[in-house]
Every structure is written in C-alpha cells, then in structure tokens.
C-alpha cells in the first residue's frame, strides 16, 4: 500500500465523522477530504507517521488547515468529534477522548494479503 492510500483512507475516515456531527454541504465535505488527504500524505512522507486529533476541543494543524480551507472551521458540531488517529507504517489506530482504542487497520496485514478493499475495524 503506498503512501496515497494511506492518506486517503485517513481522510475518508475523518470526513464521515464530520458527516456525522455536522449538518454541512457534501461539497464543503469533499473539499476537506482532498485537502486533508494531501496535507497527511505530506506529513507522512516527510516524517514517516502522522497523529491527527481533536483534543480538549482542539484540533492540531492539520486538521485546522483542512477545516479552514473547506470553511468547515467555525461549525460548532465539529468539536464533538473527540478522536485522535496515529498512522503509522504499519497501523492506522483511533483513540477516544480517553485514549481507550476504537478502531484499527493493519497495514501490514492488508499489504501481505494483498486485499483491494481496505476497511477499518471496529475493535469494540
């Protein structure tokens, strides 16, 4: 699995919880999925691993960059979504609020079997 997919499964993750608490235009939605996903697959690239997160109702950088630039930023709804998600070589993980796990995909394991279809899942 190269670096795009990564990134891309990332981004979709994120942009359906955004569809989940915020009542927004599917176009704002796709906007930030785009940017997100280049700004991850950025990040990746250059540091190996990437940490997204909202934390204590505030997101890092990257997520604020993405926010902003689909103006999905000043939505009130959005800081309900409490995750941080680590990716990593080999896992893509997401930590609640409290840091207990909710969903992982292994992405050694996809490699080796070589599966087109990637999903995450749901651990509890």
């Not at 979709?12 to 989940?20: F, L, T, V």
């Not at 930030?32 to 990437?50: A, E």
């Not at 890092?60 to 409490?82: G, V």
């Not at 969903?103 to 080796?112: D, I, M």
């Amino acid at each position: 699995m190269n670096d795009d997919n990564i990134s891309t499964i990332a981004a979709n993750w994120w942009a359906n919880k955004i569809r989940e608490t915020t009542p927004s235009t599917e176009s704002k939605i796709g906007v930030f999925k785009k940017y997100l996903s280049v700004l991850i697959h950025d990040n990746y690239s250059k540091n190996g691993s990437v940490t997204i997160s909202i934390r204590n109702d505030v997101p890092n950088r990257i997520l604020i960059e993405a926010l902003l630039n689909a103006k999905l930023f000043s939505n009130k709804y959005i800081w309900q979504c409490r995750y941080e998600m680590k990716i990593t070589p080999n896992l893509i993980s997401v930590y609640d609020q409290y840091g207990c796990l909710q969903e992982c995909l292994s992405v050694w394991f996809t490699r080796a079997r070589k599966c087109p279809l990637l999903y995450f899942n749901i651990i509890i």
